[in-house]
């Protein structure tokens, strides 16, 4: 027990009250860098020695395909206009009937969300598989 001296009496020290953070910080810093050092050995594989081949990759050059909707609904394939009865076609036209390729719908913002739907549905309901919605990314740092 620890006692002072004040003017002649003895008085007991109260106990500390802050934690001390200092072995809570050098036992995450421990785990950091084991977990650091050991996870590039977790994901690696077996060493193989793959042949080498002139074939392009897959899909490489395939553009998407971009269905546009203008505020007052009409629908454009491209820079086309396009109506929502030929649009199926004109797209399976353009895709060489390849449903894995990439379409992108883009709407304007004023439009209605069930009219947007409504397109990508026809144009899923048509076979292709890779539909999605575009967006404007905000400006500055909003």
């Not at 050098?26 to 084991?34: F, G, H, Q, T």
């Not at 050092?37 to 081949?53: H, I, K, R, W, Y």
């Not at 609904?73 to 086309?80: F, I, K, V």
């Not at 883009?106 to 009219?115: C, F, H, M, Q, V």
């Given at each position: 027990?620890?006692?002072?001296?004040?003017?002649g009496r003895r008085?007991?020290?109260?106990?500390?009250?802050?934690?001390?953070?200092?072995?809570?910080?050098?036992?995450?810093?421990?785990?950091?860098?084991?977990?650091?050092?050991?996870?590039?050995?977790?994901?690696?594989?077996?060493?193989?020695?793959?042949?080498?081949?002139?074939a392009k990759p897959v899909n490489a050059?395939?553009?998407?395909?971009?269905?546009?909707?203008?505020?007052?609904?009409?629908?454009?394939?491209?820079?086309?206009?396009?109506?929502?009865?030929?649009?199926?076609?004109?797209?399976?036209?353009?895709?060489?009937?390849?449903?894995?390729?990439?379409?992108?719908?883009?709407?304007?913002?004023?439009?209605?969300?069930?009219?947007?739907?409504?397109?990508?549905?026809?144009?899923?309901?048509?076979?292709?598989?890779?539909?999605?919605?575009?967006?404007?990314?905000?400006?500055?740092?909003?």
């Amino acid at each position: 027990m620890a006692f002072s001296l004040r003017s002649g009496r003895r008085t007991r020290r109260k106990p500390e009250s802050h934690i001390n953070v200092t072995p809570l910080v050098d036992v995450m810093l421990v785990l950091l860098i084991i977990f650091m050092v050991t996870a590039p050995m977790l994901t690696s594989g077996v060493n193989v020695d793959l042949p080498q081949t002139s074939a392009k990759p897959v899909n490489a050059d395939n553009k998407p395909i971009t269905v546009s909707i203008k505020s007052d609904g009409s629908l454009y394939l491209g820079e086309d206009s396009v109506s929502a009865e030929e649009l199926v076609s004109h797209l399976q036209q353009l895709a060489s009937n390849d449903s894995g390729r990439r379409i992108f719908v883009r709407a304007d913002a004023k439009i209605d969300y069930g009219k947007v739907m409504s397109v990508m549905g026809q144009i899923t309901a048509g076979g292709f598989t890779h539909v999605a919605l575009l967006a404007q990314q905000p400006q500055g740092g909003q």
